[in-house]
């Protein structure tokens, strides 16, 4: 893997659960305290995965934000094979941008990496 340079890449990656998902938003949900957050929270180069989720369109998805753009393809290579795509019976779809710039505002104070849905179902 290449030296970090400074740049960053993010990934948007969409399911379409509204076109015949074999899996719910709760089911999903489940997947994420379960399994995925702590498989994620190991992964090397990762900076960020949030969890994105819209029952009114129906989708469902992530933003990955990493170091190095190999990291980024890495996921797009897997998808297919990802549990994500088992569960639901779906195929997602994805697109990968540069970072241009990351800003954190003001804020509550609130810790991050207890916040959302999958994390208050508990």
């Given amino acids: 893997m290449a030296p970090y340079t400074g740049a960053m890449h993010a990934l948007l990656v969409l399911w379409d659960l509204s076109s015949g998902s074999n899996a719910t938003f709760e089911d999903l949900r489940v997947y994420l305290r379960e399994q995925s957050i702590a498989r994620f929270e190991q992964m090397a180069g ?58 954190e505002g003001q804020h509550s104070g609130i810790d991050l990496l207890a916040a959302g849905l999958a994390r208050l179902a508990r």
């Fill in 46 to 103: 990762l900076r960020q995965k949030t969890w994105i989720s819209s029952t009114a369109s129906g989708r469902w998805g992530a933003v990955y934000l990493f170091e190095q753009r190999e990291q980024a393809q890495a996921i797009i290579d897997h998808l297919n094979d990802s549990l994500v795509v088992a569960k639901t019976g779906l195929t997602p779809t994805c697109e990968l941008f540069e970072v241009e710039a990351v800003v």
